[in-house]
């Protein structure tokens, strides 16, 4: 049985869905067998999980798409011994597999945005613990985003397009029922909404 047979049969097993178009960052697909069985592995029971998530580090939950923003936007750090190393003469980075003998090169490619995007999303993705280390065979250069709205397990690359979502028709009436299973006796209001006539053009696929 071939890997990627493997792998549907896993997804199979799991029940998992995820929508054909998922990305993780920089517009580039990651493989979508991988992340539906990555996500299925993954999904929490936690009575906490409140509405909006971010699939990143898959830890973080919130009511309030702004503060979700925050976390998508806040600055990270890794041990130095997880993605630099020095090998005699030679200066490496971990991350981007980049040798130079002359620190003063090794300086300038840290200073890089394929490094820093690079940086930024592994520290991400370690928030989430030793069973969220599967994304790092997903990483993507771009703009890392790639969030989740537990009342309609749907998925987005854009908090953008997660705002849009919210004033869909078919987000409002899962939005009731999860109120209703929620442990939580309310959930704060997450966007402006815009005219009732913009809202129905939305759906929970992108």
């Not at 997804?11 to 960052?25: K, N």
């Not at 798409?65 to 971990?94: I, N, T, Y």
Request: aromatic content about 8%; glycine content about 6%.
């Amino acid at each position: 049985m071939s890997f990627l047979s493997v792998i549907v049969f896993a997804v199979i097993l799991v029940g998992g869905e995820i929508p054909m178009d998922v990305r993780l960052g920089g517009g580039q697909l990651v493989s979508e067998e991988l992340m539906t069985l990555g996500e299925s592995l993954s999904q929490t029971s936690d009575p906490s999980l409140k509405l909006f998530q971010c699939a990143v580090c898959n830890r973080f939950t919130t009511d309030n798409l702004d503060v979700l923003g925050m976390h998508m936007g806040a600055e990270r750090s890794l041990p130095e011994e997880e993605w630099r190393a020095v090998v005699g003469d030679s200066h490496q980075c971990k991350l981007c597999h980049y040798t130079t003998q002359l620190k003063a090169n090794f300086q300038l490619h840290c200073k890089t945005d394929k490094h820093v995007q690079k940086y930024q999303l592994v520290a991400h993705i370690k928030e989430g613990g030793k069973g969220n280390e599967w994304r790092l065979k997903c990483v993507a250069i771009g703009n890392p985003v790639h969030l989740k709205c537990n009342a309609c397990d749907y998925y987005t690359n854009s908090l953008e397009k997660l705002r849009m979502h919210t004033v869909n028709s078919r987000h409002e009436a899962s939005l009731k029922l999860y109120k209703v299973s929620s442990p939580q006796t309310s959930i704060s209001k997450h966007t402006t909404q815009p005219s009732r006539g913009s809202a129905s053009q939305y759906s929970c696929y992108y």
